[in-house]
């Protein structure tokens, strides 16, 4: 179902950011008229209606509360729920949109290093966990599942460029 076609007038709103509150689906304006029908058709006597976005972001989807059986008149406190539960569905769809985007760039990043025969390697900061690529676990001979950790790692570091390392990493923190 395209809600152009069917809701017009309040899918415009919705994609505008706006949230559509209808007590009486018989009061609303002249230029909801083909809504009118469709709420008709579908026996909604009235409905709340929130746009999903993130901190201002595009509209990427709605959040609908209808009523079948009578008509309702939302209250300010009933409405800011439904925004708040509206929030976190949207947080959490973008965060698990997000996820996904993060874990197929790792995995082709992934690819190239492991086609390239890259020994890379890179360290957090603030934990100090070192993520270092199969070819470099390959050529320093560190067991696939050992935890690398600054320490653990700068034992593989000539002795000459340690110092130098850890000035670096020291300059960054």
């Known amino acids: 179902m395209n809600a152009m076609d069917f809701f017009p007038w309040s899918a415009r709103k919705v994609l505008g950011g706006e949230t559509v509150t209808i007590s009486k689906v018989s009061q609303l304006p002249p230029e909801a008229s083909r ?20 901190g201002g972001g595009p509209v990427f989807g709605l959040l609908t509360f209808a009523v079948l059986r009578n008509e309702r008149c939302w209250t300010e406190t009933e409405v800011s729920g439904f925004k708040l ?22 995995a082709g990043l992934r690819l190239a290093i492991n086609v390239a025969g890259a020994g890379l390697w ?4 603030d934990t100090q966990e070192v993520w270092v690529a199969a070819k470099t676990r390959e050529l320093w001979a560190f067991p696939p599942d050992e935890k690398l950790t600054y320490q653990s790692f700068s034992k593989v570091i000539h002795p000459e460029d340690r110092e130098r390392c850890h000035g670096r990493t020291a300059v960054y923190k």
């Open 35 to 54: 809504d009118q029908e469709s709420y008709r058709a579908y026996a909604t006597k009235s409905t709340v209606q929130v746009p999903l976005s993130v």
């Open 85 to 106: 539960i509206a929030q976190v569905i949207a947080c959490t769809l973008a965060r698990t949109e997000a996820e996904k985007a993060l874990r197929e760039r790792e």
């Open 122 to 125: 890179s360290m957090n900061l």
